[in-house]
Nanobody
Framework: VQLQASGGGLVQAGESLRLSCAAS????????MGWFRQAPGKEREFVAA????????FYGDSVKGRFTVSRDNAKNTGNLQMNSLKPEDTAVYYC??????????????????????WGQGTQVTVSS
């Protein structure tokens, strides 16, 4: 199984970035896709998750209303659209996959760390 994150970079505050995560080696629609981030000296933080069907999403409090998580099962790709970026969004962003569960429980489970596979990180830096 491979999860390949891309799309990070350096932007100014208020600008946008779109991260992508290409998955291979798994039945993609059976897995929740999640995004986490880790800033220097801080613990890893849950950012967002989308269920296997794409019908359920969940966001961390710090990104609600600014970030949008989505997926394209036909392309085995997950996306994180990040708008109105702030300097405090600076971090290494990781995509992750966890087995989906019924009734949107999968997105809640991955938020609690129920991750089966991790991708490599992509750096996002937001300057003020």
């Amino acid at each position: 199984v491979q999860l390949q994150a891309s799309g990070g970079g350096l932007v100014q505050a208020g600008e946008s970035l779109r991260l992508s995560c290409a998955a291979s080696g798994l039945t993609f629609s059976n897995y929740v896709m999640g995004w986490f981030r880790q800033a220097p000296g801080k613990e890893r933080e849950f950012v967002a998750a989308v269920s296997g069907s794409g019908g359920s999403t969940f966001y961390g409090d710090s990104v609600k209303g600014r970030f949008t998580v989505s997926r394209d099962n036909a392309k085995n790709t997950g996306n994180l659209q990040m708008n109105s970026l702030k300097p405090e969004d600076t971090a290494v962003y990781y995509c992750a996959a966890g087995r989906d569960l019924s009734d949107a429980r999968g997105v809640l489970a991955i938020r609690r760390g129920a991750v089966d596979y991790w991708g490599q990180g992509t750096q996002v830096t937001v300057s003020s």
